[in-house]
């Protein structure tokens, strides 16, 4: 699979580095090889979330470089995921506003019938937003809100931020251990919390 992982500036920096950790750790095992591009705006708020740069065995481009392979649909690249999609990068890929490689990218990705995952992270949904997402699923996208789920139990902040990333790997159909499945209704209470409750 030839996959374009896109970093917008949208707040979830953490979902961006889940998956890419994942992709560098089990990307190859999978066939998997990632091109990757941040727009200026995920750098910053990688910065703030993360710290640092991201590093990754990966090549990176810059998002102003339209020479990239995957500007085009000949090269044949099969996903994309947008990892947090800002409404502005909603907007402007639900609106074909190629300004960028970003944009662009995602745009080859919907003329080309090839799978694209957006990420979104806003709140609250404006009536924009809203026509933006149903403009994109029209056209074939993957609206995946970066929404944590708790039904597993997650105990840490990473494992939170797992719920999410193990759905767009699900969708992108990459086998992956990053949440515990759902297998239908467990105690409510571990061992180690007091069952203090009560009942409603
Ligand atoms: C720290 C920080 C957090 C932000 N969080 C969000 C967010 O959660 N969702 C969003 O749509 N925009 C958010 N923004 C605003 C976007 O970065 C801004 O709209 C920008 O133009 C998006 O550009 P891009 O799509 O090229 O990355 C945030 C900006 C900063 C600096």
Known sequence: MKLVVGVS??????YAKKLLDFL?????AHGVSADLVFTETGKQVWAQEIGGSPKYPFKAWSNRD???PFASGSSMYDAMVVIPCSAGALSRIAYGISVDLVGRAADVMLKERRKLVLVL???PISLVHARAM?????????VMPASPSFYSGPRTID???GTVVARVL???GLPNELMKRWTGLTP???ADEPDDSSEV
């Open 9 to 14: 500036g949208a707040s979830g920096a953490p």
């Open 24 to 28: 560098a750790e089990h990307g190859p």
């Open 66 to 68: 339209f020479t990239a």
């Open 121 to 123: 992270r806003e709140t």
């Open 134 to 142: 149903t403009q994109v699923i029209e056209a074939g996208a993957f």
């Open 159 to 161: 494992e939170l931020v």
């Open 170 to 172: 699900d969708r992108l």
């Open 188 to 190: 409510r209470h571990r």
